[in-house]
């Protein structure tokens, strides 16, 4: 069964980075794209980015283009979230999410076909 974990959130100041990490021991994650939602108090989860499987083709929602970086390490079995600039509005538990889509070139947003999911991490921006 796939876990998946996240890791590197906590405080931080407005105009601050995190890197926000999703690892899944003991299980590959090769053939799976994995996207990152989030969801601030209050409000719906938002997808903000994924990545696909194969030739690191990757997507970003309006919200964090041009401040979030995602990238997969197959090595390390981990992908990565860099967030820069955050703005108190990023407040909000940031989860990894998986599906299969070996070989596969492209990844979508629908949380409907990630059938896996982490526990998520707080991110909090605050002065």
């Known amino acids: 069964q796939l876990q998946l974990v996240e890791s590197g959130g906590g405080l931080v100041q407005p105009g601050g980075s995190l890197r926000l990490s999703c690892t899944a021991p003991g299980f590959s994650l090769d053939f799976y794209a994995i996207g990152w939602f989030r969801q601030a108090p209050g409000k719906e989860s938002e997808g903000i980015s994924c990545?696909?499987?194969?030739?690191?083709?990757?997507y970003y929602e309006d919200s964090v283009k041009g401040r979030a970086t995602i990238s997969r390490d197959n090595a390390k079995n981990t992908v990565y979230l860099q967030m820069n600039s955050l703005k108190p509005e990023d407040t909000a538990v940031y989860y990894c999410?998986?599906?299969?889509?070996?070989?596969?070139?492209?990844?979508?947003?629908?949380?409907?076909?990630?059938?896996?999911w982490g526990q998520g991490t707080q991110v909090t921006v605050s002065s």
């Open positions: 999410a998986a599906y299969p889509a070996p070989f596969q070139a492209m990844c979508v947003m629908s949380p409907n076909v990630y059938d896996n």
């Open positions: 990545i696909s499987s194969s030739d690191g083709i990757t």
